[in-house]
């Protein structure tokens, strides 16, 4: 199940359940689109991977499931992640 965490770990921007701009790689770390799309390049700086859009879940669920509370706040050092992000995007399978 996904943890649905509240807040984009780069910039700390608020996420809740119902944002549709939140992104998660495959290990569900959370970020921003804006964070994605700008200083990340695509690329998630723990593990490398690549975001989707967050699915929303539905209120009903969500009362039943609660999303996570638990703020992650590692904003990346945006030097470093350019030179990672440039290898990872040659790698990429696509
Ligand atoms: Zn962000
Ligand atoms: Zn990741």
Redesign the pocket.
Known sequence: MLKLKPSCENCDKDLPPESTEAR??????TFCASCVTGVLEGV??????NFVPRPIRPKAALAKKPASTERVHKPVDVEKHKAFAARQNQLAPK
């Open positions: 998660i790689c495959t290990f569900e770390c998630c700086p723990n593990c490398g991977g």
